[in-house]
């Protein structure tokens, strides 16, 4: 399958999306959106990949928001809609069942930073930039950013970011949690790939349910959060992944995991 606006390439069980629009600094058009889905749809349905990359071309941008000349001729339904749609597609990646990893090598504003909220961890070069600077064209955040903002930096952090419009620094994203690790741009790829390696390495049932378990949990009370935890937690000991990683630990050899 080949893209217009993007590359996807699977490097063993490592799979790297690229959004590659360079003159619109990889910024999300419908067609990008429609391209990441079924490039998104391939990383779920193939057993081989066991996580996901997500990256821009560049040196300059990871993604610079939602195409701003879409967003121009919209009225309230189709903007209603234009928001459903990106959250349609960032929820599934979210709940892909597989680690993905954004890999912010440049501005991440607007959907851009949202798509960075969807992914399971983010990891910025020295030279990123991320905001959510929607009210500066005098809307707000439509891709998630109103609600997972909140939800990773805590809602006063998230507030000073949506009613400012302003773009922090890496270093800054790294204080307030917004990023998991800065690292120098050339090392960007490089410092992902190695994380995605470790998570390789591990049970992908075990992965999968990790996922499943934080993701709900999030959103219920504790209790219900525990509970669905020890049914998860049950449930994999049923696995022929847990018998081999708990024999491989107890034998004093590295697991072999199947995803059985
Ligand atoms: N949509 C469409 N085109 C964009 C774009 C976007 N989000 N961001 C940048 N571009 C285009 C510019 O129009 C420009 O195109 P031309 O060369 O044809 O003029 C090209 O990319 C390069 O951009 P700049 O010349 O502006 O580059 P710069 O270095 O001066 O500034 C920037 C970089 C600060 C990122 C600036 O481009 C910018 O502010 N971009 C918009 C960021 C933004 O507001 N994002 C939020 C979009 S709304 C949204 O995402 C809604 C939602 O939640 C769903």
């Not at 390439?9 to 067609?31: F, M, V, Y």
């Amino acid at each position: 399958m080949s893209f217009q606006h993007l590359s996807s390439e699977t490097d063993g069980a490592i799979s790297t999306i690229t959004i590659d629009r360079p003159k619109a600094l990889n910024a999300l058009n419908a067609d990008t959106l429609n391209e990441l889905e079924q490039a998104i749809d391939r990383a779920a349905g193939d057993d081989a990949v066991r996580v996901v990359i997500l990256t821009g071309a560049g040196d300059k941008a990871f993604v610079a928001g939602a195409d701003i000349s879409e967003l121009a001729t919209l009225d309230p339904d189709g903007a209603a809609q234009v928001a459903r749609r990106g959250q349609h597609l960032f929820r599934k990646i979210e709940r892909l069942g597989k680690p993905v990893i954004a890999a912010i090598n440049g501005f991440a504003l607007g959907g851009g930073c949202e798509l960075a909220l969807s992914c399971s961890l983010r990891v910025a070069s020295e030279s990123a930039r991320l905001g959510l600077p929607e009210v500066k064209l005098g809307v707000i955040p439509g891709y998630g950013g109103t609600q997972r903002l909140p939800r990773l930096v805590g809602r006063g952090v998230a507030l000073e970011l949506i009613t400012t419009g302003e773009f922090v620094k890496a270093d800054r994203a790294l204080a307030i949690g917004l990023v998991n690790h800065v690292v120098a741009a050339e090392e960007l790829l490089p410092f992902c790939r190695a994380l995605a390696e470790k998570m390789v390495a591990v049970g992908p049932l075990a992965i999968r349910a990790a996922l499943q378990s934080v993701d709900e949990g999030l959103d219920v009370p504790l209790d219900e959060g525990l509970a669905r935890e020890a049914r998860a937690f049950g449930a994999l000991f049923g696995t022929a992944d847990a018998r081999e990683g708990i024999a491989a630990f107890l034998e004093k050899r590295a697991a072999s995991f199947r995803g059985k």
